[in-house]
């Protein structure tokens, strides 16, 4: 079960098979607008992204109930401008998006770095490491710090929980493989 508290999450869906789901220019940029519509939408509040080939990586403040919809929005209207544009059918993404709440201070400071590596060259276009994106704004995390008026441990250690940087599982070609959420609890990816 998807969690549906608000909070910061990093975020991350694969294609079918290793499919190239962002091909060109066009496609890219068209991810990046839709994920600018939302963000205007208030769907979520955008703190890093990554568009590459195959995938991408989000870090996003969700508010209570939106962390599915603004997903599941930004995934269904990439796959049906996607699959319109290069006449094609079917599924783009693999398995259903995964996402890991940014809980301790470990995981907040490796994930600008784990996201900047990503990309198959530096720089990188799609990427708001690289780019100045008028949607995007800084994490909570670092605009607290920045402003003076929060110590680094602003976010809680929770101890032996360290959700680190989301490694995509491998594409299936069936159903998706289950795996231990950070919780503890079962994860469909």
Known sequence: MRPTHAGTFHVAARSIAEERIFKDAKDYDKGVAILGDLV???FLECHQFCFMPTHYHLVG???DEMLTPAIRRLNRRYAGWF???HGRR???FDAPFVSVEVTTE???DRLPEYIAENPPSRP???SSVDRAFPFVTPSPWVEE???GSATPNQIPDLGARDPSPVA???PTQSSPARAPSPRGRERAW
């Open 40 to 42: 205007r939408a208030e």
């Open 61 to 63: 403040t969700f508010a």
């Open 83 to 85: 699959n319109w544009r």
């Open 90 to 92: 079917g599924h783009v």
């Open 106 to 108: 470990r995981h907040a």
């Open 124 to 126: 990188w276009p799609w």
């Open 145 to 147: 710090l920045e402003s």
């Open 168 to 170: 995509l599982p491998a």
